[in-house]
Protein backbone atom coordinates (compact mmCIF):
# COMPACT_ATOMS: atom_id res chain seq x y z
CA UNK A 1 0.00 0.00 0.00
CA UNK A 2 1.51 3.47 -1.34
CA UNK A 3 2.21 6.16 1.58
CA UNK A 4 -0.19 8.70 1.07
CA UNK A 5 3.01 10.85 2.02
CA UNK A 6 5.08 9.81 -0.61
CA UNK A 7 1.63 10.29 -3.36
CA UNK A 8 1.38 13.85 -1.49
CA UNK A 9 4.54 14.47 -2.58
CA UNK A 10 4.58 13.33 -5.89
CA UNK A 11 1.26 15.28 -6.62
CA UNK A 12 3.33 18.24 -5.22
CA UNK A 13 6.29 17.87 -7.52
CA UNK A 14 3.91 17.54 -10.70
CA UNK A 15 2.38 20.94 -9.69
CA UNK A 16 5.62 22.32 -9.11
CA UNK A 17 6.68 21.31 -12.83
CA UNK A 18 3.30 23.04 -14.00
CA UNK A 19 4.33 26.27 -12.71
CA UNK A 20 7.41 26.56 -14.18
CA UNK A 21 6.52 25.57 -17.11
CA UNK A 22 3.93 27.92 -17.45
CA UNK A 23 7.13 30.59 -17.53
CA UNK A 24 8.09 28.63 -20.49
CA UNK A 25 7.11 28.64 -23.72
CA UNK A 26 4.04 26.17 -23.99
CA UNK A 27 3.67 23.21 -24.64
CA UNK A 28 2.94 21.18 -27.24
CA UNK A 29 -0.22 18.81 -27.04
CA UNK A 30 1.96 15.74 -26.70
CA UNK A 31 4.00 17.29 -24.01
CA UNK A 32 0.44 18.28 -22.22
CA UNK A 33 -0.84 14.75 -22.58
CA UNK A 34 2.35 13.16 -21.14
CA UNK A 35 2.18 15.42 -17.81
CA UNK A 36 -1.43 14.91 -17.31
CA UNK A 37 -0.69 10.78 -17.54
CA UNK A 38 1.63 11.55 -14.73
CA UNK A 39 -0.86 13.69 -12.86
CA UNK A 40 -3.46 11.34 -12.85
CA UNK A 41 -0.79 8.77 -11.73
CA UNK A 42 0.61 10.61 -8.76
CA UNK A 43 -2.95 11.12 -7.63
CA UNK A 44 -4.77 8.38 -5.05
CA UNK A 45 -7.99 7.05 -6.04
CA UNK A 46 -10.90 8.05 -4.02
CA UNK A 47 -11.87 4.71 -2.69
CA UNK A 48 -8.06 4.80 -1.57
CA UNK A 49 -8.73 7.92 0.14
CA UNK A 50 -11.72 6.65 2.42
CA UNK A 51 -10.43 3.67 2.91
CA UNK A 52 -7.75 5.60 4.75
CA UNK A 53 -10.13 8.12 6.60
CA UNK A 54 -12.32 4.84 7.89
CA UNK A 55 -8.70 3.25 9.38
CA UNK A 56 -8.26 6.49 10.61
CA UNK A 57 -11.59 6.70 12.69
CA UNK A 58 -11.29 3.13 13.46
CA UNK A 59 -8.00 3.35 14.98
CA UNK A 60 -9.05 6.55 17.04
CA UNK A 61 -12.70 4.61 18.18
CA UNK A 62 -10.42 1.84 19.91
CA UNK A 63 -7.72 4.33 21.60
CA UNK A 64 -10.73 5.70 23.10
CA UNK A 65 -12.00 2.49 23.74
CA UNK A 66 -8.59 1.66 25.79
CA UNK A 67 -8.40 4.89 27.47
CA UNK A 68 -12.38 4.59 28.80
CA UNK A 69 -11.37 1.12 30.15
CA UNK A 70 -8.00 1.77 32.03
CA UNK A 71 -9.06 5.31 33.67
CA UNK A 72 -10.64 4.53 37.03
CA UNK A 73 -14.17 5.41 37.09
CA UNK A 74 -15.35 8.52 38.36
CA UNK A 75 -17.15 7.82 41.71
CA UNK A 76 -20.76 9.70 41.61
CA UNK A 77 -22.66 9.73 44.89
CA UNK A 78 -26.50 9.47 44.07
CA UNK A 79 -28.71 12.02 45.80
CA UNK A 80 -31.22 10.92 47.45
CA UNK A 81 -29.47 9.04 50.17
CA UNK A 82 -27.55 12.43 51.13
CA UNK A 83 -30.98 14.01 51.15
CA UNK A 84 -32.40 10.91 53.55
CA UNK A 85 -29.24 11.36 55.81
CA UNK A 86 -30.09 15.49 55.94
CA UNK A 87 -34.06 15.21 56.47
CA UNK A 88 -32.86 12.68 59.36
CA UNK A 89 -30.81 15.36 61.02
CA UNK A 90 -32.66 17.95 60.62
CA UNK A 91 -35.65 16.03 62.41
CA UNK A 92 -32.67 15.30 65.67
CA UNK A 93 -32.24 19.01 65.49
CA UNK A 94 -35.94 19.78 66.09
CA UNK A 95 -37.32 16.94 68.49
CA UNK A 96 -33.66 18.25 70.46
CA UNK A 97 -34.62 21.79 70.53
CA UNK A 98 -38.29 20.95 72.01
CA UNK A 99 -37.21 18.36 74.01
CA UNK A 100 -33.98 20.00 75.82
CA UNK A 101 -35.64 21.87 78.07
CA UNK A 102 -37.85 19.28 79.42
CA UNK A 103 -34.91 16.68 79.87
CA UNK A 104 -32.79 19.47 81.82
CA UNK A 105 -33.04 18.99 85.21
CA UNK A 106 -34.70 21.33 87.10
CA UNK A 107 -32.55 23.60 89.32
CA UNK A 108 -32.42 22.59 92.78
CA UNK A 109 -32.10 25.10 95.56
CA UNK A 110 -30.74 23.79 99.03
CA UNK A 111 -30.18 25.02 102.75
CA UNK A 112 -28.87 23.50 105.31
CA UNK A 113 -28.27 24.83 108.94
CA UNK A 114 -25.21 23.63 111.69
CA UNK A 115 -25.36 22.92 115.18
CA UNK A 116 -26.66 25.55 117.38
CA UNK A 117 -27.36 27.69 114.17
CA UNK A 118 -30.72 28.68 112.87
CA UNK A 119 -31.78 30.01 109.52
CA UNK A 120 -34.34 32.17 107.63
CA UNK A 121 -35.13 31.37 104.12
CA UNK A 122 -37.56 32.60 101.22
CA UNK A 123 -39.22 30.57 99.10
CA UNK A 124 -39.90 31.25 95.83
CA UNK A 125 -43.24 31.49 96.20
CA UNK A 126 -42.65 33.84 99.44
CA UNK A 127 -43.35 31.50 101.92
CA UNK A 128 -41.00 32.08 104.99
CA UNK A 129 -39.39 28.83 106.78
CA UNK A 130 -37.28 28.94 110.16
CA UNK A 131 -34.97 26.13 109.58
CA UNK A 132 -34.04 24.74 113.52
CA UNK A 133 -30.21 23.54 114.33
CA UNK A 134 -28.87 20.58 112.21
CA UNK A 135 -31.57 20.34 109.49
CA UNK A 136 -31.84 20.46 105.77
CA UNK A 137 -34.28 22.34 102.83
CA UNK A 138 -34.56 21.27 99.52
CA UNK A 139 -36.98 22.79 96.84
CA UNK A 140 -36.87 23.55 93.02
CA UNK A 141 -35.66 26.82 92.55
CA UNK A 142 -39.33 27.68 90.68
CA UNK A 143 -42.37 25.73 91.92
CA UNK A 144 -45.22 23.78 89.60
CA UNK A 145 -48.59 23.14 90.07
CA UNK A 146 -47.49 21.29 93.73
CA UNK A 147 -44.97 23.61 96.35
CA UNK A 148 -42.82 20.26 96.85
CA UNK A 149 -39.93 20.75 99.42
CA UNK A 150 -37.98 18.55 100.97
CA UNK A 151 -37.37 18.47 104.84
CA UNK A 152 -34.56 16.84 106.80
CA UNK A 153 -34.61 18.12 110.51
CA UNK A 154 -37.27 20.14 111.83
CA UNK A 155 -38.51 23.65 110.42
CA UNK A 156 -41.42 26.34 111.42
CA UNK A 157 -43.21 26.91 107.74
CA UNK A 158 -45.19 29.59 107.55
CA UNK A 159 -47.01 28.98 104.12
CA UNK A 160 -48.21 31.64 101.74
CA UNK A 161 -51.78 30.98 101.08
CA UNK A 162 -52.24 29.88 97.19
CA UNK A 163 -55.54 27.56 96.96
CA UNK A 164 -54.62 26.59 93.56
CA UNK A 165 -51.00 25.12 94.39
CA UNK A 166 -50.98 23.04 97.62
CA UNK A 167 -47.56 23.14 99.43
CA UNK A 168 -46.55 20.10 100.31
CA UNK A 169 -43.99 19.21 103.29
CA UNK A 170 -41.75 15.75 102.01
CA UNK A 171 -40.08 13.63 105.07
CA UNK A 172 -38.56 10.42 105.64
CA UNK A 173 -42.11 9.08 107.19
CA UNK A 174 -44.65 11.66 106.39
CA UNK A 175 -46.36 14.16 104.09
CA UNK A 176 -48.08 17.21 105.03
CA UNK A 177 -50.15 19.06 102.96
CA UNK A 178 -51.16 22.41 103.40
CA UNK A 179 -53.19 25.33 101.28
CA UNK A 180 -52.12 28.77 103.61
CA UNK A 181 -50.80 27.92 107.03
CA UNK A 182 -48.29 28.26 109.44
CA UNK A 183 -46.64 24.79 111.59
CA UNK A 184 -44.02 22.98 112.67
CA UNK A 185 -42.34 19.92 111.65
CA UNK A 186 -39.81 17.82 113.65
CA UNK A 187 -38.34 14.39 111.63
CA UNK A 188 -34.93 14.20 112.39
CA UNK A 189 -33.50 11.02 110.67
CA UNK A 190 -32.49 9.37 114.13
CA UNK A 191 -35.39 9.68 115.86
CA UNK A 192 -38.33 6.97 114.67
CA UNK A 193 -41.74 9.58 115.40
CA UNK A 194 -42.33 12.70 113.18
CA UNK A 195 -44.19 15.59 115.04
CA UNK A 196 -46.72 18.11 113.33
CA UNK A 197 -47.56 21.39 115.52
CA UNK A 198 -50.04 23.33 113.78
CA UNK A 199 -50.13 27.20 114.75
CA UNK A 200 -52.84 28.92 112.32
CA UNK A 201 -54.84 27.08 109.79
CA UNK A 202 -55.51 23.37 108.51
CA UNK A 203 -52.93 20.79 107.64
CA UNK A 204 -53.18 17.13 106.62
CA UNK A 205 -50.58 14.95 107.58
CA UNK A 206 -50.16 10.99 105.38
CA UNK A 207 -48.20 8.68 105.30
CA UNK A 208 -47.90 7.44 101.12
CA UNK A 209 -51.09 7.19 100.41
CA UNK A 210 -53.03 6.81 103.99
CA UNK A 211 -54.54 10.04 105.83
CA UNK A 212 -53.14 9.92 109.42
CA UNK A 213 -55.16 13.05 110.52
CA UNK A 214 -56.34 16.66 109.61
CA UNK A 215 -54.86 18.89 112.35
CA UNK A 216 -56.26 22.75 113.41
CA UNK A 217 -54.18 25.11 115.64
CA UNK A 218 -52.78 23.96 118.76
CA UNK A 219 -52.83 20.25 117.50
CA UNK A 220 -50.19 17.43 117.85
CA UNK A 221 -49.26 14.90 115.58
CA UNK A 222 -46.73 12.43 116.50
CA UNK A 223 -45.74 8.97 114.11
CA UNK A 224 -43.78 6.57 115.30
CA UNK A 225 -43.15 4.92 111.68
CA UNK A 226 -41.66 1.76 113.47
CA UNK A 227 -44.43 0.51 114.80
CA UNK A 228 -46.90 2.74 112.68
CA UNK A 229 -48.59 4.56 115.54
CA UNK A 230 -50.21 7.74 115.65
CA UNK A 231 -50.73 9.78 118.66
CA UNK A 232 -52.88 13.15 118.51
CA UNK A 233 -52.65 15.65 121.14
CA UNK A 234 -53.45 18.74 122.22
CA UNK A 235 -50.41 21.06 122.88
CA UNK A 236 -51.01 24.15 124.55
CA UNK A 237 -47.97 24.13 126.67
CA UNK A 238 -45.85 24.90 123.43
CA UNK A 239 -46.41 27.61 121.68
CA UNK A 240 -45.03 27.48 117.88
CA UNK A 241 -43.46 30.76 117.00
CA UNK A 242 -40.34 31.14 114.58
CA UNK A 243 -38.34 33.10 116.91
CA UNK A 244 -38.93 30.79 119.62
CA UNK A 245 -35.23 29.39 120.56
CA UNK A 246 -36.14 27.93 124.18
CA UNK A 247 -35.52 23.90 123.93
CA UNK A 248 -38.75 22.51 124.35
CA UNK A 249 -40.21 19.21 124.76
CA UNK A 250 -43.34 17.61 125.67
CA UNK A 251 -43.90 13.95 126.61
CA UNK A 252 -40.05 13.73 125.07
CA UNK A 253 -38.64 10.66 124.90
CA UNK A 254 -34.87 10.09 126.16
CA UNK A 255 -33.45 10.04 122.60
CA UNK A 256 -34.82 13.05 121.21
CA UNK A 257 -34.38 15.24 124.59
CA UNK A 258 -30.61 13.72 124.00
CA UNK A 259 -30.77 14.84 120.29
CA UNK A 260 -32.11 18.24 120.94
CA UNK A 261 -29.21 19.16 123.64
CA UNK A 262 -26.62 17.86 120.86
CA UNK A 263 -28.38 20.37 117.79
CA UNK A 264 -27.54 22.84 120.39
CA UNK A 265 -24.04 22.18 121.57
CA UNK A 266 -20.95 20.76 119.87
CA UNK A 267 -21.29 17.67 122.27
CA UNK A 268 -22.33 13.59 122.64
CA UNK A 269 -24.04 11.63 124.66
CA UNK A 270 -23.60 7.84 125.23
CA UNK A 271 -26.52 5.91 126.53
CA UNK A 272 -26.07 2.65 128.18
CA UNK A 273 -27.88 -0.45 126.51
CA UNK A 274 -31.37 -1.42 128.46
CA UNK A 275 -31.76 2.30 130.02
CA UNK A 276 -35.23 2.57 130.44
CA UNK A 277 -37.86 4.17 128.36
CA UNK A 278 -38.99 7.80 129.89
CA UNK A 279 -41.65 10.91 129.08
CA UNK A 280 -39.92 14.01 129.86
CA UNK A 281 -41.57 17.44 129.39
CA UNK A 282 -39.88 20.79 130.08
CA UNK A 283 -38.35 23.69 128.70
CA UNK A 284 -34.42 24.24 128.73
CA UNK A 285 -32.89 27.94 128.23
CA UNK A 286 -30.01 27.44 125.39
CA UNK A 287 -28.27 30.47 126.96
CA UNK A 288 -27.40 28.02 129.82
CA UNK A 289 -23.71 26.13 128.97
CA UNK A 290 -24.02 22.22 128.53
CA UNK A 291 -23.06 21.45 131.56
CA UNK A 292 -26.07 24.12 133.62
CA UNK A 293 -28.64 21.87 131.00
CA UNK A 294 -27.22 18.81 132.11
CA UNK A 295 -27.78 19.33 135.39
CA UNK A 296 -31.46 20.61 135.34
CA UNK A 297 -31.57 16.76 133.07
CA UNK A 298 -30.45 14.82 136.08
CA UNK A 299 -33.06 16.45 138.26
CA UNK A 300 -35.52 15.35 135.81
CA UNK A 301 -34.19 12.38 135.71
CA UNK A 302 -33.34 11.32 139.16
CA UNK A 303 -36.81 9.49 139.25
CA UNK A 304 -36.40 7.26 136.37
CA UNK A 305 -32.61 6.27 138.27
CA UNK A 306 -30.80 7.71 135.56
CA UNK A 307 -27.96 10.49 135.55
CA UNK A 308 -25.62 12.09 132.96
CA UNK A 309 -22.24 12.44 133.73
CA UNK A 310 -19.57 14.10 132.24
CA UNK A 311 -16.84 12.24 130.76
CA UNK A 312 -14.67 15.13 128.37
CA UNK A 313 -15.45 18.16 127.51
CA UNK A 314 -17.81 17.16 124.98
CA UNK A 315 -18.71 13.70 125.88
CA UNK A 316 -21.06 12.29 128.87
CA UNK A 317 -22.28 9.35 129.99
CA UNK A 318 -26.33 8.76 130.56
CA UNK A 319 -26.52 5.64 133.03
Known sequence: ????????????????????????????????????????????????????ELEAERRARILGG??????????????????????????????????????????????ATGVGEHREIVLPDSSHVWLRPRSELICAAQFGAVRNVQLHGEAFFDVTKDPKHPFVVHTAKVAVTVLGT???????????TTTVLVRTGRVQVAHQQRTLAVL???????????????????????????????????????????????????????????????ALTGTLDPALSADQLTDVLNVLLQRHHLRITKLTATTYQVN
Open 1 to 52: MKSPYSCFNRLSFRLQRYVRHRSTPPLTEQQRETWLDELVAATPDDDELMDR
Open 66 to 111: IRARTQPPARVLPLWPALRIAAVLALLLLAGAVLWPRLQAPQMLHY
Open 182 to 192: SFLVKAYRPLP
Open 216 to 278: HPHDQLSYNDSTQQVSLTKNEYYEASPINRMLTFEQASLPEVLLLLENTYPIHFNVRRGAPAV
